[in-house]
């Protein structure tokens, strides 16, 4: 699988934004601001490949509105059933 950077992707969401949003020092999901980047990522036309990128080369922020804990049960879930669909994963 060939995931493109998503740095390259064609205008997304999250381009004019800080990384401090995507990357904060408290996970807690239960702030304004977890809520907006989740808003945005949720309305990203490049969410299920931004996830994957996240849940294949990064350990730390928010990646396709996933967690670092929830890319983590994620890929688990993957090794231990062989499981690769995302979109299954993604639904609210």
Known sequence: ???????SFDNPMCKDMGLD???REDES??????RKVLQ???????KIECAEW??????WGIWGGLSPNERH???????????NSIEIELLP
């Open 73 to 83: 049960n994620i890929r688990r879930s993957r090794r231990r059933f062989g499981n």
């Open 40 to 46: 945005l990522c949720k309305s990203c036309k490049h």
């Open 29 to 34: 999901k239960n702030t304004d601001e977890y």
């Open 54 to 59: 996240g849940i294949h080369k990064e350990r």
């Open 21 to 23: 949003l995507f990357y």
């Open 1 to 7: 699988m060939t995931l493109t950077p998503p740095w």
